[in-house]
């Protein structure tokens, strides 16, 4: 596996993947303020603009190129630093640059456009591209969600999940839920009842991602054995579930860490 780490993306490559997932950011730091993400520690700093989302990718493809002559980034997700719906303009031109065939001619398919749900731009965006939509859930409450995502004070999750069912999706398509599992928060099996009851008439598939710990957040990482029962209440009730490894974790490139000040090795000395 090849970790390749730039100031605002991560690029993660198996060797023998047809799928190669570059995860691109909006904007220097958060102004949302989960209170789970490491991001969110360094507040919003700029937006940045269509040329450096787009910068990012072809960085990342020159990059590769060098060490594997047919590694490729196949797939191109919204989920580094920032929250792509708060840089609605530049987000949105460097999606119809990566789209176009005089451009980077990526398909609608393969670029997916994460979340924390600010419903008016959830709208517009259905309207205006034919990307992936990834919603940043992460509770089954107001009063869960109050707590670790204080944008869903402004936006509750009854607004969200409206505008969940009100998005257009193609042929096949499903929106992807994600849902960062955080011990003695949202990870009982009561939670994962009300979370069936909240998706169950929407075209979707939940990712399940256990908490990356770092030292910024109150909260912690659940024990594996409750994730994996979680996960079998979603399975028995037919919910579309994968439950996500942690990659990235070494190099503090794992969701949730972006930002992380890593230690780089000593120089080695002058002979």
Same mark, same amino acid.
């Given at each position: 596996?090849?970790?390749?780490?730039?100031?605002?993306?991560?690029?993660?490559?198996l060797?023998?993947?047809?799928?190669?997932?570059?995860?691109?950011?909006?904007?220097?730091?958060?102004?949302?303020?989960?209170?789970?993400?490491?991001?969110?520690?360094l507040?919003?700093?700029?937006?940045?603009?269509?040329?450096?989302?787009?910068?990012?990718?072809?960085?990342?493809?020159?990059?590769?190129?060098?060490?594997?002559?047919?590694?490729?980034?196949?797939?191109?997700?919204?989920?580094?630093m920032?929250?792509?719906?708060?840089?609605y303009?530049?987000v949105?031109?460097?999606?119809?640059?990566?789209?176009?065939?005089?451009?980077? @001619?990526?398909?609608? &398919?393969?670029?997916?456009?994460? +979340?924390?749900?600010?419903? /008016? %731009?959830?709208? =517009?965006?259905?309207?205006?591209?034919?990307?992936?939509?990834?919603?940043?859930?992460?509770?089954t409450?107001?009063?869960?969600?109050?707590?670790?995502?204080?944008?869903?004070?402004?936006?509750?999750?009854?607004?969200?999940?409206?505008?969940?069912?009100?998005?257009?999706?193609?042929?096949?398509?499903?929106?992807?839920?994600?849902?960062?599992?955080?011990?003695?928060?949202?990870?009982?099996?009561?939670?994962?009842?009300?979370?069936?009851?909240?998706?169950?008439?929407?075209?979707?598939?939940?990712?399940?991602?256990?908490?990356?710990?770092?030292?910024?957040?109150?909260?912690?990482?659940?024990?594996?054995?409750?994730?994996?029962?979680? @996960?079998?209440?979603? &399975?028995?009730?037919?919910?579309? +579930?994968?439950?996500?490894? /942690? %990659?990235?974790? =070494?190099?503090?490139?794992?969701?949730?860490?972006?930002?992380?000040?890593?230690?780089?090795?000593?120089?080695?000395?002058?002979?």
């Amino acid at each position: 596996m090849l970790h390749l780490l730039l100031p605002s993306c991560c690029f993660f490559y198996l060797k023998g993947s047809r799928t190669n997932t570059l995860c691109v950011s909006s904007q220097t730091g958060c102004a949302v303020g989960c209170k789970f993400c490491f991001t969110a520690s360094l507040r919003r700093n700029r937006n940045l603009a269509a040329a450096e989302i787009v910068g990012q990718v072809l960085a990342v493809q020159d990059d590769v190129s060098a060490i594997n002559s047919e590694a490729r980034v196949t797939n191109i997700v919204f989920m580094g630093m920032g929250e792509p719906l708060l840089n609605y303009k530049e987000v949105t031109k460097a999606c119809k640059i990566l789209l176009d065939e005089k451009g980077c @001619q990526f398909s609608g &398919r393969r670029i997916t456009i994460s +979340t924390s749900g600010i419903v /008016p %731009r959830i709208h =517009d965006l259905g309207r205006e591209l034919p990307t992936q939509l990834a919603i940043s859930l992460n509770a089954t409450t107001n009063e869960q969600r109050d707590r670790v995502m204080p944008i869903n004070k402004k936006w509750p999750i009854e607004e969200l999940i409206e505008a969940m069912r009100a998005y257009p999706l193609g042929n096949r398509r499903k929106i992807t839920v994600e849902y960062v599992m955080l011990k003695d928060v949202n990870d009982t099996p009561d939670d994962a009842r009300r979370l069936i009851r909240l998706l169950r008439d929407i075209p979707c598939k939940i990712n399940l991602l256990p908490l990356n710990a770092h030292d910024r957040t109150e909260f912690e990482t659940p024990p594996w054995e409750r994730v994996v029962a979680f @996960q079998k209440i979603l &399975r028995q009730a037919k919910m579309n +579930t994968l439950l996500r490894t /942690p %990659r990235g974790q =070494d190099i503090s490139a794992a969701c949730g860490q972006l930002g992380e000040t890593i230690p780089l090795p000593a120089p080695a000395p002058k002979s």
